[in-house]
């Protein structure tokens, strides 16, 4: 038998592929190894996808929580390495299968765990990257791409909208995406929407409003594999900060994320040639002295014209924002309406966009934007089929039909 390496991400969707540079820094650290991976059983399809395990040893908690047991069977793992949290419950639950060696970040209640310090405001692919890198393993945080996925696209083309997220904190407003949608298909767009399990309502809802067909409403929650292959197919993937916005990036498609309560710079995709970012109420992004990214972001040719909502806990407040809870099944706060319009500093930056004012059309293929336009307007404006960095959007819950979207 060959010696095993434990890898515990016992996470979602978004939090694995999140982890790909790191799981494939442990396949390069241990080439002779099999390479475990404690996780989800519903991602069985996606640890497939993952050239860099052999093998998923189911394991889950409700809510994100350290699962309590580790169904490990045999000899111990000769390392165990944590990328579930910091510790220490993570640490404790890895060590009850004796294994040889731990690698995780240093924790006050394990202090027999000698490794790097935790940051907080840290990119979460950097983080444990990091983590890799501190124990002799390099690892590449843009090394996330995944194979291509075998089958056909369902929709091939087709702009994907996912209105759905598994917290009410990262949903926008469902009026809002029936907007989207509205002015895609009034540009020629074939547009398809996709959901979760108990989402079949949302995505109804929006349909109806935005008249679109049966057969371009694909409820329920789509297999993996069969996700994964309209997702790089897509013209665009619209989505919030959930699951699917992260299978875009790992397939290399166009995407246009909406970010709140957790700002783009710990969770977005990685920065390319063509990466835009718009603060709140519309301003660029800035660094603060700590470091903390003031705002979100948008990529590839925009303007950002629309007050962002500072949807994260400590928006607004100096030397920054502090994360929120991106989990949270609290609906988000309310924010008076601001006049549409560009604001000083960011329209002589950013060109307009071909969809909501604080949006922008992204490009995944690292190409930079393509010149052409979608529809009526002038030559700047993006074109979906087009290949290049991905876009990042901020999030506003205030919003009209008019002022997001800039041509009526």
């Known amino acids: ?86 510790g220490p419950s993570s640490h404790l639950l890895l060590e009850r299968t004796r294994a040889g060696r731990l690698l995780a970040f240093a924790h006050p209640g394990t202090p027999h765990v000698a490794g790097p310090t935790w940051t907080a405001d840290e990119h979460e692919r950097h983080r444990w990257c990091r983590l890799l890198a501190w124990y002799g393993a390099p690892a590449d945080p843009g090394d996330l791409r995944l194979p291509p996925p075998g089958g056909p696209s369902p929709a091939p083309g087709a702009v994907v909208v996912h209105p759905g997220a598994d917290a009410d904190a990262r949903r926008w407003p469902p009026e809002r995406y029936t907007a989207v949608v509205r002015e895609l298909r009034r540009r020629g767009h074939r547009v398809v929407l996709t959901g979760g399990p108990g989402e079949d309502a949302l ?12 057969a371009d409403v694909l409820a329920g929650g789509l297999p ?18 959930t699951g699917v916005a992260h299978v875009a990036v790992a397939y290399g498609a166009p995407s246009v994320t909406l970010f709140g309560p957790v700002p783009p710079h710990l969770w977005g995709p990685r920065r390319t040639r063509g990466t835009r970012r718009c603060g709140t109420r519309g301003r660029p992004v800035t660094r603060t ?35 929120g809870a991106p989990h949270s099944r609290a609906a988000p706060p309310r924010r008076p309406r601001h006049p549409a319009g560009p604001r000083a500093g960011t329209s002589a930056r950013l ?30 404006r993006a074109d979906l089929r087009g290949r290049g960095p991905h876009a990042i959007m901020s999030r506003s819950s205030e919003r009209d039909a008019s002022q997001l979207m800039p041509d009526l």
């Not at 995505?203 to 049966?214: C, H, K, N, Q, V």
């Not at 993996?224 to 900060?241: I, K, M, Q, T, Y």
């Not at 303007?303 to 920054?320: E, H, K, L, N």
């Open 1 to 86: 038998m060959r010696p095993r390496v434990l890898v515990l991400r016992a996470l979602g969707l978004g939090d694995l592929l999140a982890g790909v540079p790191a799981l494939r820094a442990v396949r390069r650290g241990f080439p002779g190894h099999e390479v475990v991976l404690a996780a989800p059983e519903a991602l069985r399809d996606v640890v497939a996808a993952v050239d860099a395990v052999d093998t998923l040893l189911p394991a889950s908690a409700p809510g994100r929580a350290v699962p309590v047991r580790l169904p490990w069977s045999g000899p111990p793992p000769e390392v165990a390495v944590d990328l579930h949290g910091k």
């Open 203 to 214: 995505l109804t809802r929006i349909a109806g409003a935005a008249g679109l067909d049966g």
């Open 224 to 241: 993996f594999r069969r996700l994964a292959a309209l997702c790089s197919g897509a013209a665009v993937v619209v989505s919030g900060d």
């Open 289 to 323: 002295p700590a470091g903390r990214t003031r705002g979100c972001c948008a990529s590839g040719p925009t303007r950002s014209s629309a007050p962002c909502w500072p949807a994260w806990t400590g928006a607004g407040r100096d030397p920054g924002p502090a994360p």
């Open 351 to 380: 060109p307009a966009p071909p969809w909501p004012a604080h949006a922008a059309a992204g490009h995944g293929r690292d190409r930079g934007p393509r010149a052409g336009g979608l529809g009526p307007g002038p030559p700047h």
